[in-house]
């Protein structure tokens, strides 16, 4: 045996202590651990909060009582045992090493006491701010198409125990230490304190700045805590739950009798459930795509649209290879500047209503080919745009096929191909699914990349890139599933000085010259413009 206990070793000796299960060598080696370390500190009092969270309150009580009597009785700076007041168990040691184990288990309560008086200053073991009368905990900072349930609305205050209903839409609340939550209807979910919530049912996406480190989310089988990330968790009908990490890192704790905690990174998915947890199952994979991650506040203005529904020819706009207009205007500056007036890559189909654009090898990092590449769009000055107005582009695409490695397709907004920011999905290594992805692009260089989620291929969507407030943000829905996810970016300031800029759509085999053909049913672009109509 080595000196210092594995993870899975320290969290079956946690497990034995609470079930009073140890013998006296084990016993020892966790006063050891526990001495030795800060984290397996750490690890112990979450593991007794988790023991008593999840049905074990009871003996928790009893054995808490048991303790502090003893402590009470003996006055300050004694070495005492904890009273036993339960007949001897299998696995309890022999009459003759109960003075041993008394010094271990002294030193056991009181680093459990130490650790969790400090945790009491954010809250007890479940969640309930200490001190004084129910205080407000949350508030509702956003909320979209929002339906609550009767009795289970938020309200003036909003306190710990509060249960919130959300029958419809999207909710938007922040606690008191700082996370900021996004609950998706339908779900329930009970505030616990300042920084833990109790998800019953439904989803949630969590992002928690580094100041709250520590937030939890209780599930009906595990405990999610947060390391400095965000990360979703979506609880089913049977009491199993999801759990998606997109930023940081978490740690899932189970219940008692459910293994050993399991950390979870960036990208990671997690099913929890009476068994215990089980890292990225393979049927979850795109479950990251169906959480809602942000609420877009609403444009100021008057909106201007241009929409094309691709199902009559357009005279004056640009060509198809049977010379037919396809209602798109113009190209990215930078891009397709080899490309005859009758593309060959565009083909626009009346009578299904849509536009196929078949992909060249080309790609906007490193600006690679792009002479031939495929980003027909429209300028924003026509809808009124002058640099300042919120905006976005959206298009519906049917069906969506498989590409090769690195392939993709989506929308992109910009000045010219080196000044742009652009997302959609791009193929993974296996061509029968999709990353959703968001990137800046300034002096021809991809930059502050993000993925998230995966979507397979004949999936029906819809794509929208938005500015709103200035920011940028790429929402992917599966019109199959009704699942949708939206990604944020580092602010791409070199596009704020710009009195113009172009937005549109691209398709692209960045790393083959194998050809794909993407269908665009639809595409709609707004231009929110101080004084339209006037």
């Not at 759509?505 to 960045?510: D, E, G, K, R, T």
Request: glycine fraction near 10%; hydrophobic fraction near 45%; charge should be neutral.
């Amino acid at each position: 045996m080595t000196d210092v206990p594995t993870d899975d070793e320290l969290a079956d000796l946690i497990d034995g202590y609470l079930d009073d299960a140890l013998d006296a060598a084990q016993f020892a080696r966790l006063e050891a651990a526990l001495r030795a370390d800060t984290a397996a500190r750490e690890r112990f009092v979450r593991y007794a909060q988790v023991h008593t969270d999840l049905h074990a309150e009871a003996k928790a009580h009893r054995a808490a009582g048991r303790a502090l009597a003893a402590l009470g009785a003996a006055g300050a700076g004694a070495v005492v045992a904890p009273v036993a007041s339960t007949p001897a168990r299998r696995g309890r040691p022999p009459r003759w090493w109960r003075p041993v184990i008394a010094t271990a288990a002294s030193v056991i309560v009181a680093v459990a006491l130490t650790w969790a008086v400090a945790r009491r200053q954010v809250s007890d073991p479940v969640g309930v701010p200490v001190g004084g009368p129910a205080t407000e905990v949350a508030w509702l900072t956003n909320a979209q198409d929002s339906r609550w349930a009767a009795g289970a609305a938020p309200g003036a205050n909003m306190a710990a125990g509060c249960v919130l209903r959300l029958d419809a839409g999207l909710a938007e609340f922040r606690l008191q230490s700082g996370p900021t939550v996004v609950l998706q209807a339908p779900a329930t979910v009970e505030l616990r304190g300042p920084n833990a919530v109790r998800l019953v049912a439904g989803r949630l996406t969590a992002a928690v700045p580094e100041a709250a480190r520590g937030f939890e989310v209780l599930t009906p089988h595990a405990r999610v805590v947060d390391l400095g990330t965000e990360f979703g968790v979506a609880v089913a009908a049977d009491g199993s739950a999801d759990v998606v990490v997109f930023q940081g890192k978490v740690e899932v704790v189970p219940a008692p009798g459910g293994g050993p905690a399991v950390a979870l990174s960036a990208n990671d998915t997690a099913r929890v459930a009476v068994g215990g947890v089980r890292v990225n199952p393979a049927e979850r994979r795109a479950d990251a795509a169906s959480f809602v991650r942000r609420i877009p506040a609403a444009q100021a203005g008057v909106p201007r649209t241009l929409a094309i529904d691709f199902g009559l020819p357009a005279p004056g706009t640009l060509m198809d290879a049977s010379g037919v207009g396809v209602g798109l205007t113009d190209r990215l500056p930078g891009t397709g500047a080899a490309l005859p007036p009758h593309d060959p890559n565009l083909r626009l189909d009346g009578v299904k209503g849509l536009l196929e654009v078949t992909t060249t090898r080309s790609d906007i990092n490193t600006q690679f080919q792009l002479d031939r590449g495929e980003y027909p769009g429209v300028r924003l000055s026509a809808l009124g745009f002058t640099g300042r107005e919120d905006f976005e582009v959206a298009a519906v695409l049917p069906h969506i096929p498989s590409l090769a490695a690195v392939g993709q397709f989506g929308l992109y907004a910009g000045a010219r191909s080196d000044r742009v920011i652009r997302g959609g999905l791009i193929s993974r290594r296996t061509v029968t699914e999709y990353r959703q992805f968001l990137a800046n692009n300034d002096g021809g260089r991809d930059s502050d990349s993000n993925y998230v989620g995966v979507v397979p291929t004949g999936t029906d969507v819809r794509l929208t890139l938005r500015r709103v407030a200035g920011k940028y943000s790429m929402t992917v829905e599966s019109l199959s599933t009704g699942a949708a996810s939206t990604l944020s970016i580092r602010h791409p300031a070199f596009l704020d000085a710009e009195p113009d800029l172009y937005v549109g759509l691209f398709a692209a085999n960045a790393g083959s010259d194998e050809r794909g053909t993407v269908g665009v049913k639809e595409f709609r672009v707004t231009v929110w413009a101080a004084g339209a109509g006037e």
